[in-house]
């Protein structure tokens, strides 16, 4: 089973609107982080949000906020007023406490900002 | 500037010839991570090193892949006798010393290796 299910593919949003990017993930481990990520064309992964899975407020760092609903098991990433420097792939990713240190990232979903 | 480095940043080779990637983790980071992207998909585990300990390996990492870090700090990663199913964005990350699935890893540019 995918630890990390991001369904959709590709988003648009009209610029200065917010926009919400889908995550449900999948463990039996009581703790855990949920991560997203940036990655524009260049390439490199830009970390943009952490969540705990103890966490009882969602995470917010400036425009990026952090949907958690912890029994659906969901950890949407909402970005509010939209920049052209947001086109990007988006990804999701979980770290669980009991199996290791790698990352499980989903799929991603590319975001366009449209002018 | 102070974050994970990563050369050469392009890499084109023909098959069966070796490559080597360098990695440079943030400097008070003990903790380094590979992963392999292909197109259209979400970065997959390599291998993992805590100072100079490789600690897990995925079963991604064949025969032909090498990965080591001789002294904690830089890492490198080798692939002997590549393939064109090789091709793909090699990621390093770091990320503290703290050891717990809160840690934050932080990546740096990537290598893309094309294999002819």
């Known amino acids: 089973a995918q630890k990390i299910t991001q369904t959709q593919p590709g988003m648009f949003v009209q610029e200065k609107e917010a926009v919400t990017l889908d995550c449900t993930y999948d463990?039996?481990?009581?703790?855990?982080?949920l991560f997203w990520y940036k990655q524009p064309s260049s390439g490199e992964m830009i970390f943009l949000i952490y969540q705990g899975s103890y966490d009882q407020q969602n995470a917010t760092e400036g425009r990026y906020s952090l949907n958690f609903q912890k029994a659906r098991k969901s950890a949407n990433l909402v970005i509010s007023a939209s920049q052209l420097g947001d086109s990007a792939m988006y990804f999701c990713a979980m770290r669980e406490a009991n199996t290791g240190n790698q990352f499980y990232f989903g799929t991603g979903t590319s975001l366009t900002v449209i002018p | 500037d102070t974050g994970v480095s990563q050369d050469p940043r392009h890499k084109i080779t023909k098959r069966g010839q070796n490559v080597t990637f360098r990695c440079d983790p943030i400097s008070e980071h003990n903790r380094l991570y590979w992963y392999r992207q292909t197109l259209g998909q979400g970065p997959e585990f390599l291998t993992y090193?805590?100072?100079?300990?490789?600690?897990?390996k995925s079963r991604l990492l064949s025969d032909r892949f090498s990965a080591e870090r001789p002294k904690g700090s830089f890492s490198t990663l080798e692939i002997q006798r590549t393939e064109q199913g090789d091709s793909a964005m090699y990621l390093c990350a770091s990320s503290s010393a703290r050891g717990s699935y809160t840690d934050t890893q932080y990546f740096g540019p990537g290598t893309r290796l094309t294999v002819l």
């Open positions: 463990t039996s481990d009581p703790s855990y982080g």
């Open positions: 090193f805590q100072n100079e300990a490789q600690l897990e």
